[in-house]
Structure formats: C-alpha cells, structure tokens
C-alpha cells in the first residue's frame, strides 16, 4: 500500500498496485483481523489482509500510519477492496489478518452511501446513534441550516416514513447533519456524497475544513472533486497476473 504526501495545493497522486485477487486463496476460519489500541494519536494498519466471508482476499501486506487530523482518500477500480477496507476500520469487518490500531478512547462514527433512517419523528432521525451527548433543539437546528436543510426545521417533531420522505441526498445531507452533533475524532465514509450534485458536495466537503477541521477523514470516492478536500489519496489497483 502506498502512502504519499500531499502538496499545499493539490493531492499528489502515487499509485501502488496491491496484490491480485486470488480467488484461491482460503483464509483460515477462525483467523481474523487483531483490533487494538495505538500508543500515540494515529491510526496504525499493520500488515493488514481483508478477506470477503468466502476466502477470496481483497487486500493483503497493508502498512499505513494516518496521522490525526488527516483527510485520506481511497481510490480504486471495482473490486479492490476500497467498501471492505473502510469497513474493516470502522470495526464492521473483521475477516482477514492483521492489525488495526486506534487511538484510545477514539470516537469513531461510520458514514455509509445510505444512511439509515429510522421509523419515528425527523428529530429523532437526527439523533439516531447519539445516546451519551445531550443535543439542545438549538444545535439540531444550527447543524441543519448549516447543511442546507434548514426547511426540515419545522417538521422536527412530525412523525413519518421519513426514510421514504426524504431523498437519498436529504439523507446523505442528515449524516452530515449527525457529523456536525456528534463532533468525533475519526470519521469513515463509503461513497457519502454520492447522491448530491457537486454544488452540494461542495457544501459538505467544506465541513471538513471548518466545523470539523480536527478530525481524522478516511473516505471512499471517485467522483470529481473529493480530491481537493483530502490531503492524500491512496489509490488500490490490481496488479497484473
């Protein structure tokens, strides 16, 4: 795996082919990935191999540091493993070998291309997954106006099918909006932006470098223009038999 950095400007691009797909290659049943805490601020991948349920290897010999506060992107044709790898270090994944090493304590929250709406009233669609942090009606509707959705203010407390409601950009926008309650140290997304237009995207990405310019970013994408809100890009490819 490569890791390269970034100029002031612009992400330096530097692509490292991972090892083929070996659909052959069988990981041991009860052989899964070691997770464990870092004794600095980084994240710490440690001779990582991920593995799908059936065996077949992803990514293998994985060694990276991401620093706190760093925007990594992750790039990459179909199938090399960019949704499992994210995955793995959100802790949603565990098939594989390896070490994964987190800050202690870290808050970590897990962005996906859907984010999940539950059944009840909007408000508690903006809470879900926050129980330990007290959310005044003020921050849900400062964190809603600064991600585009200050008309939903006044449907807080109606009840509905909002996962029906609301389109899949409004969604992406309320994981977003989660982001903004929530403040974490660390956050993973897989293909977040992917139902916004780019002015949209724009929007949002620029969080990254205001309201939650400390946290450490690790995201999948490819469509034009994450590059500029991501110090560094990593770019899986398979390499040729």
């Not at 100029?7 to 041991?28: F, P, Q, T």
């Not at 304590?105 to 330990?132: E, N, W």
């Not at 585009?148 to 029906?164: F, I």
């Amino acid at each position: 795996v490569a890791e390269w950095m970034a100029s002031a400007n612009r992400v330096d691009e530097l692509v490292e082919a991972l090892e083929s797909l070996d659909v052959g290659v069988i990981m041991e049943e009860k052989e899964f990935i070691e997770f464990g805490v870092s004794d600095d601020d980084k994240i710490h991948i440690q001779d990582l191999a991920v593995a799908h349920r059936n065996g077949r290897i992803v990514i293998t010999g994985a060694n990276v540091v991401i620093p706190a506060g760093e925007k990594l992107l992750v790039a990459g044709p179909s199938g090399t493993g960019k949704s499992t790898l994210v995955r793995a270090l959100a802790g949603h994944w565990q098939w594989g070998s390896g070490r994964i090493l987190l800050p202690k304590d870290a808050h970590i929250v897990f962005v996906p291309q859907k984010p999940y709406i539950p059944l009840g009233t909007l408000r508690q669609a903006m809470l879900y997954s926050i129980s330990d942090m007290e959310i005044t009606d003020a921050m849900i509707e400062g964190a809603l106006r600064r991600c585009g959705l200050s008309y939903l203010v006044r449907h807080l407390d109606e009840e509905q099918r909002w996962d029906q409601t609301l389109s899949g950009g409004e969604r992406q926008r309320i994981a977003f909006v989660r982001l903004l309650l929530q403040r974490p140290q660390i956050i993973i997304m897989d293909e977040a932006t992917s139902a916004l237009d780019e002015e949209s995207q724009v929007s949002m990405l620029r969080l990254f470098n205001e309201d939650l310019a400390g946290a450490t970013v690790i995201s999948v994408g490819h469509r034009v223009g994450l590059e500029d809100f991501h110090d560094k890009k990593l770019v899986l490819e398979r390499r040729a038999a």
